[in-house]
């Protein structure tokens, strides 16, 4: 091989070793352990379908109708939001 043939090959033999090391479990934030604990596939679903529900993404859809379009889903989230924390300050912009 090469000597400019050997350095494209280590790096990239490098770069795929680095992702089968493991994280020292007492390296983790135990604030960050805890918020990805939560993560729930079922809520993250649940997200997704309620944003379906609200049936098209077009932004000139109707911006005040309380159950369909941006507007409806534009709301949704902003009341979501609100509802995680009365220290988190939402708005519209």
């Not at 529900?53 to 889903?73: I, L």
């Amino acid at each position: 091989m090469h000597k400019r043939g050997r350095i494209p090959v280590l790096a990239i033999l490098m770069s795929l070793s680095a992702g089968y090391t493991t994280a020292d479990e007492k390296a983790l934030n135990p604030q960050v352990a805890k918020i990805m604990d939560e993560v729930s596939e079922a809520r993250i679903r649940a997200t997704i379908e309620k944003l379906v529900s609200f049936e098209t993404r077009n932004t000139m859809s109707n911006q005040d109708d309380p159950a369909r379009g941006v507007g409806a889903a534009r709301q949704w989230i902003f009341n979501e939001l609100q509802s995680y924390s009365p220290r988190l300050q939402v708005r519209f912009r």
